[in-house]
């Protein structure tokens, strides 16, 4: 059965770093997003991506942030300056096409700032 | 204010009970799902309820929505050691590129 995959699984970065976290959405899947979760906390939506650019994003998603899909494969999340409130883990998902509501999450990437 | 509320935020059962939770939300919404997460894994999709459906069953899941409490809850019957995990509810209320909110989670554990 296809997967959501994302890479790395861990990554510990210096605060000020810039971090690139990487998934590889399913393969006919239009929809893709990502969201985060602080250790404790409640699973957090960033931002959503559809047609090759931003759909919604969410008050967390700011300046430092950005997305990409360089190769129509992979979905990319960069964070610019890492902050050591971004310490969290960052789930990649996707979703087929309009209709079919299911998110299919990755299985995430433990970011640690320092 | 919270879009998705879970109680109990932690249950403890013994293997072969039943596992009841509870989900309040607070906007309209398109759709309502359920997701576990393993101890720091991913979260994986356990089976999502239409606002025009009542009640949807999966294997051992039940799933009830009213619309009207803005409520749903997830039963979870004959429960086994391996349910252990956290159980989310996320709403889906945007009804354009359809993000979807989370709540804030039930932590289960089922006792073998």
């Known amino acids: 059965e296809p997967e959501v995959t994302q890479t790395p699984s861990h990554q510990v970065t210096q605060m000020g770093q810039e971090v690139i976290l990487r998934c590889v959405p399913i393969?006919?899947?239009?929809?893709f997003y990502w969201y985060r979760q602080i250790l404790g906390q409640k699973v957090e939506f960033l931002v959503s991506?559809?047609?090759?650019?931003?759909?919604?994003k969410s008050e967390i998603f700011d300046d430092q942030f950005s997305v990409e899909r360089p190769d129509g494969s992979n979905f990319t999340l960069k964070i610019r300056s890492t902050k050591l409130e971004d310490s969290a883990m960052y789930f990649c998902?996707?979703?087929?096409?309009?209709?079919?509501?299911?998110?299919?999450f990755g299985p995430g990437t433990r970011l640690l700032v320092l | 204010s919270q879009q998705g509320e879970e109680d109990p935020q932690a249950l403890s059962i013994q293997e072969g009970e039943n596992a009841t939770m509870n989900c309040s939300y607070k906007?309209?919404?398109?759709?309502l799902q359920w997701y576990r997460q393993n101890s720091g894994r991913g979260l994986v999709h356990l089976i999502l309820?239409?606002?025009?459906?009542r009640e949807k069953h999966s294997g051992r899941l039940r799933v009830t929505l009213d619309t009207s409490k803005k409520s749903s809850s997830l039963l979870i019957t004959a429960s086994r050691a391996a349910d252990t995990a956290s159980y989310f509810c996320?709403?889906?209320?945007?009804?354009?590129?359809?993000?979807?909110?989370f709540g804030t989670g039930t932590k289960l554990q089922v006792i073998p």
């Open positions: 998902a996707s979703r087929p096409w309009e209709g079919q509501e299911t998110q299919y």
């Open positions: 393969s006919n899947h239009l929809y």
């Open positions: 991506f559809y047609n090759n650019e931003i759909s919604e």
């Open positions: 906007t309209s919404i398109n759709n």
């Open positions: 309820i239409r606002s025009n459906e």
């Open positions: 996320a709403t889906d209320d945007s009804g354009g590129y359809q993000k979807v909110t």
